[in-house]
């Protein structure tokens, strides 16, 4: 069950102690090789030989997706380029894209973390890997790609897209294991269960999915409609790649690899670090990155930290699953909405498809929110009376929840586009005038 | 007795209505009667044909929601009144009618009308004891 017993059972005093060493360490490397922090340093008057303990991490700087942008392309590399095996990046599309590095020794400590979240929800050398995570300067897929190597299972490098030929290759390499966005994993069933494969010949039993917010009520679709077990994947490029958290196979709440990594959870207003069991943004340091160190960044992704024992025995603390991000909260007359919220009050009825569309417009000085739901087989009706009926239930339902009315409004299947990535959940007409 | 109906989610927006008949039309089914019930945003297309069992996956494969319902076929007189009959008797026996929509069919002494209804097998029962003619379900896909 675990792939490097020690550390991902030590003891929390153990813990501690391999943290504090290897963050004193951190700082050290920060402060004398990346520029950027050492200004940073200054600034707050703080010396490498002020980290004293664990506590004093909340004094360190922050470390902002704007920094990483502003220090194009290698500014924050720790080592000289002659040690950089691999480059990856994001997108860059809200501006220039972030670079992170890796140094052998990153990769080999990527590919572990990501073998141990493959061992810990049962995957093994017998299992067929399909990693329909896109390859290319994004990490998901060569992450994933390299750690089902290390582990030793097979693994088909197919990435995203190409939806017949995925299933044609599940049907015929008996792939036990698919990896990529619960969105595109959603789809993937839909065509499925359009009659695209033969039920006998379909092996899957564990998906591994992430690199977008997803919910509860998407991963019981998502379990009953390929009959595997769904289990949640957390990474981030600027941090590592996927593999810095995962579920067990109790599936409450993902084990943050803490000997890699720091998390946090502060505030996003005041930048305090909140206890265990409070929402607010997750902040991580890595603590043994050598190319591409990163010191307290701020992920934008909103979760809760939990302390308490995992029965797998594990000893790292947990974060629950991604509920929403800072940056895709909308602000609809004052109220904070995540569209993870919709998805699962959607869910909850389960008579509607998880494909939905937030169109946000401003009427006057009046914000309206309106819903596209594609309409499902389940609730359609002949009867006009049995929609609006949906309608209304699903309308008081969105108030509850979210604390504002909004306009619901079914469409046919399949007119909102899908995504073999990333799914897109909102068109803020507001921001395009 | 039962007529098997086929129901389609439109969204109200050009060129679902056409893509409907294309589609039945591309797979040779022809249409009996057909109705629709429409609000601002969605209608129902509500249709009888001529072969239900080939017309309900071929409109799922075009990519449409889909569902069948049980309704009832009922001949009356072409002449006044004679609607009237039927629904008193449904009335009488505390039947609700959900909807209903007529057409006409090649006998012109005779009109023929849809009736959706919850309760079904009491309807035809009603209607038969008192010697309203129903039509049978082949008898209405082959007209």
């Known amino acids: 069950m675990y792939w490097q017993e020690k550390y991902e059972t030590m003891s929390r005093e153990e813990l501690r102690e391999l943290q504090f060493t290897r963050l004193k360490a951190l700082v050290e490397r920060l402060y004398n090789q990346v520029p950027f922090y050492k200004e940073r340093f200054k600034e707050k008057g703080i010396l490498p030989g002020d980290i004293k303990s664990l506590e004093d991490l909340k004094h360190l700087p922050f470390t902002t997706k704007q920094d990483l942008r502003d220090t194009?392309?290698?500014?924050?590399?720790?080592?000289?380029?002659?040690?950089?095996?691999?480059?990856?990046?994001?997108?860059?599309?809200?501006?220039?894209?972030?670079?992170?590095?890796?140094?052998?020794?990153?990769?080999?400590?990527?590919?572990?973390?990501?073998?141990?979240?493959?061992?810990?929800?049962?995957?093994?050398?017998?299992?067929?890997?399909?990693?329909?995570?896109?390859?290319?300067?994004?990490?998901?897929?060569?992450?994933?790609?390299?750690?089902?190597?290390?582990?030793?299972?097979?693994?088909?490098?197919?990435?995203?897209?190409?939806?017949?030929?995925?299933?044609?290759?599940?049907?015929?390499?008996?792939?036990?294991?698919?990896?990529?966005?619960?969105?595109?994993?959603?789809?993937?069933?839909?065509?499925?269960?359009?009659?695209?494969?033969?039920?006998?010949?379909?092996?899957?039993?564990?998906?591994?999915?992430?690199?977008?917010?997803?919910?509860?009520?998407?991963?019981?679709?998502?379990?009953?409609?390929?009959?595997?077990?769904?289990?949640?994947?957390?990474?981030?490029?600027?941090?590592?790649?996927?593999?810095?958290?995962?579920?067990?196979?109790?599936?409450?709440?993902?084990?943050?690899?803490?000997?890699?990594?720091?998390?946090?959870?502060?505030?996003?207003?005041?930048?305090?670090?909140?206890?265990?069991?409070?929402?607010?943004?997750?902040?991580?340091?890595?603590?043994?990155?050598?190319?591409?160190?990163?010191?307290?960044?701020?992920?934008?992704?909103?979760?809760?930290?939990?302390?308490?024992?995992c029965d797998c025995g594990r000893t790292h603390i947990r974060m629950e699953r991604i509920t929403g991000r800072t940056d895709d909260m909308l602000i609809i007359r004052g109220v904070n909405v995540f569209p993870s919220q919709v998805e699962s009050v959607l869910l909850e009825f389960g008579e509607t498809e998880p494909h939905y569309l937030l169109v946000v417009d401003r009427r006057g000085s009046m914000d309206d929110l309106e819903i596209r739901v594609e309409v499902s087989e389940k609730m359609f009706s002949d009867k006009v009376r049995g929609l609006e009926d949906l309608e209304k239930r699903l309308r008081a339902r969105i108030l509850s929840v979210l604390g504002i009315s909004a306009k619901i409004k079914l469409v046919e299947p399949k007119s909102i586009p899908r995504s073999e990535g990333k799914a897109k959940r909102i068109i803020d007409k507001r921001l395009m005038e | 007795m039962k007529v098997q109906q086929i129901s389609v989610f439109l969204e109200n927006k050009s060129g679902r209505l056409a893509r409907v008949t294309e589609v039945l039309g591309e797979n040779g089914i022809n249409i009996r009667a057909l109705s629709i019930a429409d609000t601002t945003d969605f209608g129902i297309l509500r249709l009888i044909v001529d072969d239900p069992e080939k017309a309900v996956p071929a409109l799922k494969k075009g990519g449409f929601v889909v569902s069948t319902t049980d309704v009832l076929a009922v001949e009356v007189d072409d002449k006044p009144g004679s609607l009237s009959e039927a629904m008193r008797l449904l009335e009488q026996a505390a039947i609700n009618i959900e909807y209903l929509y007529a057409f006409v069919q090649k006998n012109p002494q005779k009109a023929l009308v849809v009736f959706r209804v919850e309760q079904v097998d009491q309807a035809i029962r009603v209607l038969q004891d008192n010697g309203v003619t129903l039509m049978p379900s082949q008898e209405v896909y082959k007209m």
């Not at chain 1, 197919?158 to 599940?170: A, E, K, P």
């Not at chain 1, 269960?193 to 997803?214: M, N, Q, T, Y």
């Not at chain 1, 679709?221 to 790649?241: P, T």
Request: with cysteine.
């Open chain 1, 72 to 309: 194009y392309p290698f500014g924050m590399f720790a080592v000289p380029m002659e040690q950089v095996l691999r480059l990856h990046a994001s997108s860059g599309t809200t501006g220039k894209p972030i670079v992170v590095g890796y140094t052998k020794e990153d990769l080999e400590t990527w590919g572990h973390l990501v073998a141990r979240c493959l061992k810990m929800v049962g995957a093994s050398p017998k299992d067929v890997v399909q990693n329909a995570y896109g390859y290319g300067l994004f990490t998901g897929g060569l992450g994933i790609h390299y750690g089902t190597e290390i582990l030793g299972a097979t693994v088909v490098p197919i990435s995203g897209g190409n939806t017949d030929r995925q299933l044609m290759l599940m049907q015929d390499f008996g792939t036990t294991v698919l990896t990529c966005t619960p969105t595109y994993a959603l789809f993937l069933a839909e065509e499925a269960h359009a009659g695209r494969v033969d039920w006998d010949r379909i092996k899957l039993k564990i998906g591994i999915f992430g690199a977008e917010p997803w919910s509860d009520a998407m991963r019981k679709q998502l379990e009953e409609r390929w009959n595997i077990k769904a289990i949640d994947i957390y990474g981030l490029s600027e941090v590592l790649g996927p593999g810095v958290a995962c579920e067990c196979l109790h599936q409450n709440g993902l084990h943050v690899f803490e000997d890699h990594f720091i998390p946090e959870i502060i505030d996003p207003d005041t930048l305090e670090p909140l206890p265990f069991g409070q929402k607010g943004e997750l902040v991580f340091t890595s603590l043994t990155k050598d190319a591409f160190p990163v010191l307290r960044y701020r992920t934008k992704d909103i979760s809760v930290l939990y302390a308490d024992k």
